[in-house]
């Protein structure tokens, strides 16, 4: 398998009407499968406006119209595809679900979010997304032939462990679907994807939906790819678009190579479990 190759990373426009956001999705995912992407991924809540008071409303079981038109976009485009996520309905419980799919259009994963965001500063922005959803329990890591890639959701991308828990399991990608706001993302979304490359010293993206100024929650945008040395790669504004990233995984190993932290850390005095 190849070790260079091609991600597409759809910064979606995320709207109230769940089949519009599903015929648009299944659209984009065609142009970029064109445009040579072997792995695509969506943004957080791709069918659903962001927001407790919507994931009700907009909940789904998996299987389900969400998760059965990206099987079928999967299938049809022969790619591996990343589902961004969904607001997913399990026993009574919400969860934010993100599933993937190999090209056969076979679900080869499903990741609940893990930590929710509930945060609260003062004058600036509050969140409670535990008042609708439950947290996921498991960690989610998928092979694509070219390399393995780790997954996780938005604010879990805060919590560095995960990212270094994937990056011992083998995984040259990280994908995070996310939806930051107008208060963390310019402080936060990029400073936080270059610090998970550069701490594992492989690739990361994370994948917005576009900017709805009349949303209730204002997602930041800036869908971006980072490398190994801490670079952007790939970068959107706050506008629809797809951000392709071209990914090397020999690039990656001569960054290690370089700058040896995989060999170099002292077990012997401290230690992730
Ligand atoms: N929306 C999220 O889950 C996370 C976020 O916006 C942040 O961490 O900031």
């Excluded at 930051?180 to 010293?201: C, S, V, Y």
């Excluded at 009349?214 to 801490?230: D, E, M, Q």
């Excluded at 690039?251 to 005095?269: F, K």
Aim: with cysteine.
């Amino acid at each position: 398998m190849a070790s260079a190759f091609r991600i597409a990373l759809i910064q979606l426009a995320v709207t109230a009407n769940k089949v519009e956001n599903l015929t648009r999705a299944s659209k984009l995912i065609s142009e970029a499968a064109k445009s040579g992407a072997k792995i695509i991924s969506l943004p957080e809540c791709f069918n659903s406006p962001y927001g407790t008071k919507y994931f009700p409303e907009y909940a789904e079981k998996i299987p389900g119209q969400s998760t059965e038109s990206l099987s079928k976009a999967a299938k049809d485009n022969e790619v591996f595809l990343v589902g961004g996520s969904i607001p997913e309905e399990d026993n009574g419980k919400l969860y934010n679900t993100c599933t993937v799919y190999n090209p056969k259009g076979e679900m080869i994963a499903k990741h609940r979010k893990i930590h929710l965001f509930d945060i609260d500063i003062p004058g600036k922005f509050k969140f409670k997304e535990s008042d609708a959803l439950s947290p996921g329990n498991t960690l989610t890591v998928f092979d694509t032939g070219f390399c393995k890639v780790g997954i996780a959701i938005c604010y879990d991308i805060r919590f560095a462990e995960i990212a270094q828990l994937y990056c011992k399991q083998g995984c040259g990608l990280l994908l995070y679907p996310g939806a930051f706001n107008m208060t963390t993302g310019p402080a936060h979304w990029e400073i936080l994807q270059k610090a998970r490359a550069l701490d594992n010293q492989l690739y990361v993206a994370a994948i917005s939906p576009a900017r709805d100024e009349t949303a209730s929650y204002i997602a930041w945008g800036h869908t971006s790819a980072v490398n190994p040395w801490g670079e952007v790669i790939a970068k959107a504004n706050h506008e629809e678009k797809i951000v392709y990233a071209d990914i090397d995984l020999a690039y990656m190993n001569e960054v290690r190579q370089q700058i040896p932290l995989q060999h170099q850390r002292r077990h012997d005095l401290y230690q992730v479990l």
